[in-house]
């Protein structure tokens, strides 16, 4: 799995129920540490974002460092 595959379950997810989608990569759950959005679809879709900058910006050792 790809990190795509991982963001777009969890947009897809967030659009469609207020639960959490689970399973969020590791840079994913950086981002919700980190950035600390609300936990409305907003707060989700936005974690997924920063997410997603993170994976491609940042090697997997790294952001499991952060």
């Given at each position: 799995m790809n990190v795509f595959d991982g963001a777009a379950r969890a947009g897809l997810v967030a659009l469609h129920t207020s639960g959490d989608a689970g399973g969020s990569t590791i840079?994913?759950?950086?981002?919700?540490?980190?950035?600390?959005?609300?936990s409305?679809?907003?707060?989700?879709?936005?974690?997924v974002g920063l997410g997603l900058k993170l994976s491609l910006s940042y090697s997997k050792p790294q952001i499991l460092e952060m």
């Open positions: 840079a994913q759950q950086l981002a919700k540490q980190l950035y600390r959005a609300g409305d679809l907003g707060g989700t879709l936005e974690q």
